[in-house]
């Protein structure tokens, strides 16, 4: 048999473990209808006995070949992450939330206090953009993140570390006042000192009340 039909076959064989609930709405093979398909390849290419004694059942296989780790190498891998439109948004989860910590104890500033102004600016998504231009977790000008010496505005630890750096800047500049430094954060500090306070602004006074409240929830 070739073998990289074999391969082939049994990593779409784990991809229907990975889609099982799609398959028993429809959308796909059964697992039990894909398992005889390459139970009949493979005994097409070997005999009752051969097949029984060096193969075994698909199922038996599948536990065999991830404990080789045959299904993280290169190929499997890459063949897996251009197949399957599922994502791994709980690693990545992990991965910021470990940035977010990082920037934390970095810059003296309180772990939820960020996640609440990285929720409220972007939902945690990396790429996101503003009307406005502004890009990534927290959601950086163009101006800010050049002055704050991001090269790539949408690496999830370049952006949190600059945003929580910029954020640590407003706080000291206005003695902890949480307000003026979200709002400076939102509107800009000369709009802060402009006013002497919060701006007149719909969406500032909107912003600070809606971090202020992810924050202390």
């Known amino acids: 048999m070739n073998v990289q039909m074999l391969k082939t076959m049994i990593e779409l064989q784990a991809l229907q473990g990975f889609n099982s609930a799609s398959s028993q709405q429809g959308t796909g093979s059964s697992p039990s209808m894909f398992q005889q398909i390459l139970d009949e ?4 290419q070997l005999n009752d006995k051969q097949y ?12 065999l070949l991830k404990t080789n780790n045959y299904l993280m ?11 399957s439109p599922v994502t791994s948004s709980a690693g990545k989860d992990s991965s910021i939330d470990q940035i977010i910590t990082s920037a934390a104890e970095k810059y003296n500033l309180p772990k939820k206090l960020i996640s609440a102004v990285i929720s409220q600016e972007s939902n945690f998504n990396p790429d996101a953009v503003s009307h406005a231009g502004a890009s990534g977790l927290m959601q950086l000008m163009p101006a800010t993140a050049r002055g704050l010496g991001v090269t790539d505005v949408f690496d999830p630890q370049q952006n949190v570390f600059a945003g929580t750096k910029y954020l640590r800047q ?48």
């Open 41 to 44: 390849t493979l005994a097409s």
């Open 52 to 63: 029984q004694s060096r193969l075994g059942s698909v199922s038996q296989m599948i536990p």
């Open 73 to 83: 190498s290169k190929g499997a891998a890459s063949y897996i992450s251009n197949t």
């Open 170 to 217: 407003m706080m000291d500049k206005y003695d902890g006042n949480l307000e003026l430094a979200l709002a400076a954060y939102n509107a800009g500090p000369g709009n802060v000192d402009k006013y002497n306070g919060i701006p007149p602004f719909k969406e500032t006074i909107a912003y600070v009340q809606k971090v202020s409240n992810k924050y202390f929830a």
